[in-house]
């Protein structure tokens, strides 16, 4: 098993804990991530200029303001335990902001 749980954030889960298969049509929802190369699943992942990323993937390679940049579609797509729980709780205010401006 890989060990790429050291340095995790809180609230973060190693990549291979993100995948939840449960019917055979979910296969075809597991996509390769650009930037650690692991598979993630399409529907909690950014796709951007034809890429597919895990959210903290991306924060790594581009910044998490970057990331917060992104589209509300894309963001609203991220799971916990993929960016962890502060980046998670600033997108989530960020959103909330955006419903209430
Ligand atoms: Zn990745």
Redesign the pocket.
């Known amino acids: 098993m890989p060990t790429d749980n050291k340095g995790l954030e809180p609230g973060q889960l190693p990549?291979d804990q993100l995948i939840d298969l449960q019917r055979a049509h979910d296969v075809r929802s597991l996509k390769e991530?650009?930037?650690?190369?692991?598979i993630?699943q399409a529907p909690a992942?950014l796709h951007v200029d034809v890429l597919w990323?895990?959210g903290?993937?991306?924060a790594?390679a581009y910044s998490e303001a970057a990331l917060q940049s992104l589209p509300p579609r894309q963001l609203c797509r991220l799971q916990i335990g993929d960016v962890g729980l502060k980046l998670a709780r600033r997108i989530i205010e960020q959103l909330s902001e955006r419903d209430h401006a």
């Open positions: 990549h991530c650009h930037g650690c190369r692991q993630g992942m990323y895990h903290r993937c991306y790594e």
